[in-house]
């Protein structure tokens, strides 16, 4: 049915035309005017209820949550009832009529609703990884970002990556309960530190988001991740999950909510939604790639329309983790490495001492290896013998007679900070399967990277890369380098837009509904290109 139907608004007189059988929300929507809606129109909240003054609705799904009596008396909600006939809805005071104004979170304009009885509220995005768990706290009535941190997720004592946290929720009696709390502590610690920072109270926290990946959040909300590890590696729910916060023991005010993105598939989560959100998916027209890499590395072809996503086990390499010397990208973390005339050079965040190096000088240190002759395509480093560049007196035999790479010394020549035989595996592993998981899907698209009109690289240490060097090192399609945009970590990027802005969930869940998982271990294509890349370019 075309017919549009008049729906005027009270108290502000509005009237707009819309479809039938659209929601009242969606009505106030076009007509610019906002209606508290925390769970979205879900139907769960029961907080958007307006007043039918004249006409009817149809209104069939919310009875359970409005009395029998309201309803009598013309109250609904305004995400089920829906527009059949010309109405007159009155929009209780105060939740219509805030000023709405555009603001910027990550270099991207966000609809935020200055609802006045948010006054004081504070809100936390979480990108809740399984190495590293980063938050952001924001004061919920202007939308200013406060202040960020970022932590090891304490699950970590229980393996270092989704396989081992899966396999300890099934294999122990009160594994899942341990995991869960885990992780609930970390989320707990950042908050408390975040709100002692800013000098305020952790029960003003009000509204929490949360994006990770599928087992990460399903181990939050205490649901059983082992289906996970089994064929056919369902997630348990794909749609966003709307609870009280303080039933999964987050330490926040007793009203808080809690809002844990969608997902995609078995290990495609909500941490991809969420980056797919930030990398403005749904408003690119050209084949783009959004490569998110942590210790699980994400990936998701735009093409026509439509997103192919699909998940690698890329290991924490990238986050430092199996890396004899490896760190997060923090403060004393060797970021770049570069050799200039024959010298090794490095850059150490915050100026002060080495302390080990993060996933970008992993990935500088292997291009500079290859580049100088010091290190075979094959990932075989050379002797010290054997080397023709400058820097070959920087190769020296470990404990385990392997050949390693010295980075700096202690004052009595002995390496101090080095990279291992063992540690260019790592990357190797890594970059390979990242590399293998976009070619499969080129591959699936019909597209070669000479298609691409852009590479949208993620991650909490994306910023710090040189794009030349995973050029180098063969993780990415050969593309020019300018094709190449750091969105940094785009998972807490879409966890802080949907924390603000309503619309913000209703274009992650559009993307959603554009995105096929591919399960990269069924293709039958994955393992050759996996071998394949497991080489460095020539
Ligand atoms: S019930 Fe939550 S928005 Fe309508």
């Known amino acids: 049915m075309n017919e549009k139907i008049p729906v005027k608004f009270l108290p502000s007189g509005k009237t707009v035309c819309v479809p039938f059988d659209s929601t009242i929300l969606h009505a106030a929507e076009a007509a610019g005017l906002w209606i508290d809606a925390p769970c979205n129109g879900k139907q769960i909240c029961g907080k958007c209820r307006v007043r039918i003054v004249a006409g009817n609705v149809h ?116 594994g899942l309960v341990q995991l869960q709390s885990s992780a609930v502590n970390t989320l707990n610690q950042l908050m408390q530190s975040l709100c002692e920072n800013c000098g305020e109270k952790i029960s003003s926290i009000r509204h929490i988001t949360v994006a990770g990946n599928t087992t990460m959040q399903q181990i939050l909300l205490g649901i059983d991740p082992s289906p996970l590890g089994e064929y056919p590696f369902e997630p348990a729910f794909k749609e966003p999950q709307y609870v009280p916060a303080q039933t999964t023991g987050l330490l926040a005010g007793e009203d808080a909510d809690l809002i844990v993105f969608p997902q995609i598939g078995g290990f495609v989560g909500g941490d991809t939604v969420a980056g797919l959100l930030a990398a403005n998916f749904d408003n690119i027209e050209k084949p783009s790639l959004f490569v998110d890499i942590g210790t699980n590395g994400e990936i998701a072809l735009l093409h026509k329309g439509r997103v192919l996503a699909a998940s690698t086990a890329a290991g924490p390499a990238f986050e430092g983790a199996r890396i004899y010397h490896g760190m997060r990208a923090r403060e004393g973390a060797i970021d770049q490495i570069w050799c200039s005339e024959g010298d090794l050079h490095l850059h150490v965040i915050g100026d002060v001492e080495a302390a080990g190096l993060c996933g970008s000088a992993l990935i500088d240190c292997v291009a500079m290896l290859l580049e100088e002759g010091l290190l075979e395509t094959s990932g075989q480093l050379c002797s010290a013998e054997t080397g023709a560049s400058k820097l070959k007196g920087r190769i020296f035999e470990d404990e385990k007679g392997q050949p390693a790479f010295a ?132």
């Open 59 to 174: 209104n069939n799904r919310s009875v359970h949550l409005i009395s029998s009596e309201d309803i009598l008396n013309g109250w609904c909600l305004a995400c089920a009832a829906k527009v059949v006939e010309p109405v007159t809805i009155e929009i209780p005071q105060p939740s219509g009529g805030h000023v709405v104004s555009e603001i910027m979170v990550d270099g991207a304009e966000v609809q935020l609703q200055h609802d006045p009885r948010k006054q004081g509220h504070l809100g936390i995005a979480f990108d809740l990884g399984t190495t590293s768990v980063a938050a952001t706290l924001f004061d919920l009535f202007s939308g200013v970002e406060r202040e960020s941190a970022a932590t090891h997720n304490k699950q970590i004592k229980y393996g270092d990556d989704v396989i081992s946290r899966i396999a300890w929720a099934r294999d122990n009696p009160d």
């Open 407 to 538: 980075l700096t010394y202690e004052t009595d020549g002995r390496s101090k900070i080095f990279l291992t035989q063992r540690d260019v595996r790592e990357l190797q592993l890594a970059s390979g399967t990242i590399r293998a998981g976009i070619e499969t899907l080129l591959l699936k698209a019909e597209l070669t990277a000479q298609d691409l009109d852009g590479i949208y690289l993620a991650g909490g240490f994306g910023n710090y890369i040189r794009r030349e060097k995973a050029l180098v090192v063969g993780m990415l399609p050969p593309v020019h380098y300018m094709l190449i945009h750091f969105i940094g970590n785009a998972s807490l990027t879409g966890a802080k837009r949907v924390l603000l802005s309503r619309a913000e969930m209703a274009r992650a869940e559009n993307l959603l509904e554009h995105t096929e998982h591919v399960d990269l271990s069924a293709q039958p294509e994955f393992s050759n290109l996996f071998m394949e890349h497991m080489m460095f370019p020539e």
